[in-house]
């Protein structure tokens, strides 16, 4: 059974919470001409909003976060969303020669090994391109939902980063359920893994399939403390001192 025969299902106010993330993503692409990116990890919710964005025809720009470590079936999303929206997606990859001299330094698999390791991993491959990918930018948009981890239980609609930009999130209040209804009601292309009960997918080494009653994110370093499971992109203003 896939993922939309498992979780498609409008919650009441479905069509209010539609509604609500469009009026969002208006004011946002209206309030950030020409400064405002989708930074979608090509998830179940981010695909959304790529289609709302599209749909509605709004400014704002595509970019996802090529780290070298995504799994084939997230990396043929990207002509997917090229072909169907006619949007180019801009592709930000880490710097290879220290890409190179971290494997050499410290192996493929360093995130095994400790939590700092994994965070100059994730550093190295996700935050600084993400710098890059929002360096002239003043703000961004993000697939963030309260529901998908204890840490996130407070996502705001918008907020400002660790440096100071706004980061909108217009489906802090949307349900697993309301995504997938939303995907099978547009016929929204989506990452092939989400059938495989990868519900949060990152890179490839990092992230497995859950099992029935696991939590949502249960799969993402699985082997790290639930406080340490974040990689640092999603730091607010105020706790930029303590990243989770
Ligand atoms: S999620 Fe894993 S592979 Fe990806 S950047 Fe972080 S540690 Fe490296």
């Known amino acids: 059974m896939g993922a939309i025969q498992l979780y498609a299902r409008a919650g009441a106010q479905f069509d209010e919470r539609v509604a609500h993330a469009v009026a969002v993503l ?4 209206s309030e950030h001409a020409g ?3 989708q930074a979608t990890s090509l998830g179940a919710e981010d695909m ?9 025809q709004l400014p704002i ?3 996802t976060l090529d780290t070298g ?3 084939a079936q997230t990396l043929a999303l990207i002509p997917r969303i090229e072909s169907r929206y006619g949007l180019p997606v801009e592709r930000h990859v880490p710097v290879q020669e220290q890409v190179l001299q971290f494997v050499r330094q410290y192996g493929e698999e360093p995130m095994f090994r400790s939590i700092e390791l994994r965070k100059a991993c994730c550093d190295l491959r996700k935050l600084q391109p993400l710098a890059r990918m929002l360096a002239a930018r003043s703000a961004w948009v993000t697939g963030l939902r309260r529901e998908q981890s204890a840490n996130r239980g407070e996502v705001p609609f918008h907020e400002r ?6 980061k909108f999130n217009p489906l ?8 997938w209804h939303y995907i ?5 292309p989506y990452n092939d893994l989400h059938d495989q009960f990868f519900p949060s997918i990152g890179c490839e080494p990092c992230t497995r399939a859950i099992a029935v009653g696991e939590d949502f994110r249960a799969g993402r370093w699985w082997w790290e403390d639930e406080k340490a499971k974040e990689c640092g992109l999603h730091v607010a203003k105020s706790n930029e001192e303590s990243p989770a």
């Open 26 to 29: 208006q004011s946002a692409a």
């Open 35 to 37: 400064a405002i990116v």
């Open 48 to 56: 959304v909003l790529t289609d709302l964005i599209a749909r509605h």
């Open 61 to 63: 720009a595509l970019a």
């Open 69 to 71: 470590k995504l799994h």
């Open 161 to 166: 980063d660790g440096a100071g930009r706004i």
């Open 172 to 179: 802090a209040d949307w349900s697993w359920n309301d995504v």
């Open 184 to 188: 099978a009601t547009h016929d929204v």
